[in-house]
Structures are given as C-alpha cells and as structure tokens.
C-alpha cells in the first residue's frame, strides 16, 4: 500500500511563491508516475502537473505553465511542485498523486494524499 504524505500549503499574496511536497511511503522500486491535481470550491479536480516514473517527462495544464515546475527525487519517492508568480485563481486544496502512467484525468491515479491548501490573496 502507498501512502502519499503533502506539505508545504499556506497563505500566499499574488505574485508570491509556495513549493509543495509529496512523499511516497511504500512505493515499489519500479516506481509511480506522479501528479498534482487542485480542486477549488465548486469546481471539478483538475490536472496540474505530472512526471513520469523516470523523470524524463513532464507535463503542465496551460494554466500554470512557465509558472509552476514538478520535479522528482529518489525515483520519485519525493515530488515538488515549484509555484511560482501564484494568481488568486490558482487558490484550490492541491493533491499528490501516483500511479501506472501520466493520464490528465484524476481516475487514472491509484494513490491520492489528503490535500494541502494553497490559498492566493489578490
């Protein structure tokens, strides 16, 4: 079983910075692709970043990219998400995830952590 475990969330004025955290405890040595997803009130969960099992590939929802960056440790044992130049709209609880293969779609995660929250003031 794989637990993801968040951190970094907080209180930001736009323009600011915030860099979040995953752990993954429990992972098998092949390794999980990983995302991040963010949900605002309201609104559908939707697909922020994601990198592949090896590192080697990543992908970003127009929304934030040139803004945020996901990077990988220890074979992705340990995931950043860099944002930075933060908008009020990218205020949202934000969720690690893992799984198989980078698919833009939450079902096709298996591990999800219980979420941080990143809140932007204008």
């Known amino acids: 079983q794989v637990q993801l475990v968040e951190s970094g969330g907080g209180l930001v004025q736009a323009g600011g910075s915030l860099r979040l955290s995953c752990v993954a405890y429990g992972c098998t040595s092949s390794g999980h692709a990983r995302a991040w997803f963010r949900q605002a009130p309201g609104k559908d969960r939707e697909s922020v970043a994601a990198?592949?099992?090896?590192?080697?590939?990543?992908h970003y929802s127009d929304s934030v990219k040139g803004r945020f960056t996901i990077s990988g440790e220890n074979g992705n044992n340990t995931v950043d998400l860099q944002m930075n130049s933060l908008r009020p709209e990218d205020t949202a609880v934000y969720y690690c995830?893992?799984?198989?293969?980078?698919?833009?779609?939450?079902?096709?995660?298996?591990?999800w952590g219980q979420g941080t929250q990143v809140t932007v003031s204008s």
């Open positions: 995830a893992a799984g198989p293969f980078i698919v833009a779609t939450a079902p096709g995660y298996t591990y």
């Open positions: 990198i592949s099992r090896s590192g080697g590939s990543t």
